[in-house]
């Protein structure tokens, strides 16, 4: 075993050597790279082969420069990214991000989290992830196109839907995803419903696909539930955000009896003991586009915390579903202290590695983002299907289908985290059994 840590520690500083500065992309693989030791001893083979470097390394990264004029008449620029991660599953799927934040070491480190993920559904879809330093908050709806349009025109020649599939991501919305389509359809000279994710039902979109990642995490989180004989029915819940994917895992857990308090954007953090008004978010941040500290101004019961941490609320369940790194050590300690019995990863890593083991010595049910929020991918990958046979589902059809993936999910980490010797442990699970699936298609295709 000492052999096995030590090359698995070499891989881990080559990977931090080869790509410098990109913390969070170090931290994606460290995660995954720590549960591996149990594979490398039973499967050799994988070492043989070099299969855990080769997974490492992107397939392909696209940078290029995106110029467009904002509705002063002055010249703008961004830059763009598509990393095609790993295709040997299927073609390389996985959102665009429009965020000031973004650089080639978050794209990288979502699309190395996109392989496993996309590997748990089941579906035959490889990872991806791209996006742009492009912030649409405050921009009008013709300088959100002409941006679209700009990074579409270089964008294009990369995708196809045999190739590579985007889908939205943040800052990406309907509104978005419209104006790429339309760039697409215009340069390519076809209408390919296929090659984007996440469209107008009245276009070639999915029902449920704007739902479906807060669906699905909430899905899973039940099902974390249900393996220790309980349920969501009457548990206190926070939820992290005031995004597509906080609003719709407050939406479901509503929907299986749970009781969300209290959610949050950049700008702090409301609390509403009744329950949370989703309508009432919808409209704030759906509609009209503003800030929830505006909650209040409808709602006696709640309060606005400026800058709060919205972790300090008593909670059963917690649900992170705005960003990388939101939940740490101290959090956790707070949550587990007053009485949290499952998390789930509704966003990207928004949980440190402190932060899980914190909730693993606990004996809190964890759930990673690359199992807990499949449930997006897992409906672009449907999308896709009805894409490809020029049909239609109905949004109970779908959503139906949607939970018996998250079930599948969810029975993978937990049958994987038991035959390796941890069990009811989910990030071993996750990452072990995403990992295994794509190693096996990568040795099946030879050195490539």
Known sequence: MVNVRERLAHVQQQVIDRNPGESEFHQAVAEVLGCLGPVLERYPQYSEYKIIERICEPERQVIFRVPWEDDRGEIQINRGFRVQYNSALGPYKGGLRFHPSVYLGIVKFLGFEQVFKNALTGMPIGGGKG??????????????????????????????????????????????????????????GKYESGVLTGKNPAWG????????????????VDEMLRARDQSLEGKTCVVSGAGNVAIYTIEKTHQLGGKVVACSDSGGVVYDPEGIDLEL?????????????????????????????????PCQVAIPAATQNELDAADARRLVAHGCLAVGEGANMPTTPAGIRVFEEAGVAFGPGKATNAGGVATSALE???????DSWTFQYTETRLREIMTGVHQRCWDTAAEFGHPGNYVVGANIAGFVRVAEAMLAFGLV
């Open 131 to 188: 996006g742009a330093d492009f912030d649409p908050k405050g921009k009008s709806d013709a300088e959100v196109m002409r941006f679209c349009q700009s990074f579409m025109t270089e964008l294009y020649r990369y995708l196809g839907e045999y190739i590579d599939v985007p889908a939205g991501d943040i800052g990406v919305g309907g509104r978005e995803i419209g104006f790429l389509f339309g760039q697409y359809k215009r340069l390519s």
């Open 205 to 220: 979109g999915a029902l449920v696909r704007r739902e479906s990642t807060g669906y699905g995490a909430v899905f899973f």
């Open 281 to 313: 978010v919808k409209r704030l941040k759906e509609v009209e586009r503003r800030r929830i500290k505006d909650y209040v101004d409808y709602r006696r019961t709640a309060v606005f915390r400026e800058e709060g941490n919205i972790w300090d609320i």
């Open 384 to 390: 896709m299907q009805q894409n490809a046979c020029r």
